[in-house]
Nanobody, 121 residues
């Protein structure tokens, strides 16, 4: 089993910043991609940003130049620095990790429990 624990959500005013963290633990042989997704009320879940173990990144157009994803491979942790936040960024943000399970050497895909980000004045 691989567990993901997120932290860093909360309430922030428009234009403010937040930093989300997601730490993976458990039966991890390797993680080749980690990412952040979000789901706002009444909307489908969407990819916000993703990063590979080699450092390649991918961002949703709506967050480019405002959000930065990074990871610490040694700690199996991914971060999402969110700047210039807008009310439309309000959503539950969830972390995802894709990798190989060290017990079975089979692919795993795990999700965190989600953390609420609310942007409001």
């Amino acid at each position: 089993q691989v567990q993901l624990v997120e932290s860093g959500g909360g309430l922030v005013q428009p234009g403010g910043s937040l930093r989300l963290s997601c730490a993976a633990s458990g039966s991890i042989f390797s993680i080749y991609a980690m990412g952040w997704y979000r789901q706002a009320p009444g909307k489908q879940r969407e990819l916000v940003a993703a990063i590979t173990s080699g450092g390649s990144t991918n961002y949703a157009d709506s967050v480019k130049c405002r959000f930065t994803i990074s990871r610490d491979n040694a700690k199996n942790t991914v971060y999402l620095q969110m700047n210039s936040l807008k009310p439309e960024d309000t959503a539950v943000y969830s972390c995802n990790a894709e990798g190989t399970n060290s017990d079975s050497m089979v692919h795993f895909g795990s999700w965190g429990q989600g953390t609420q980000v609310t942007v409001s004045s």
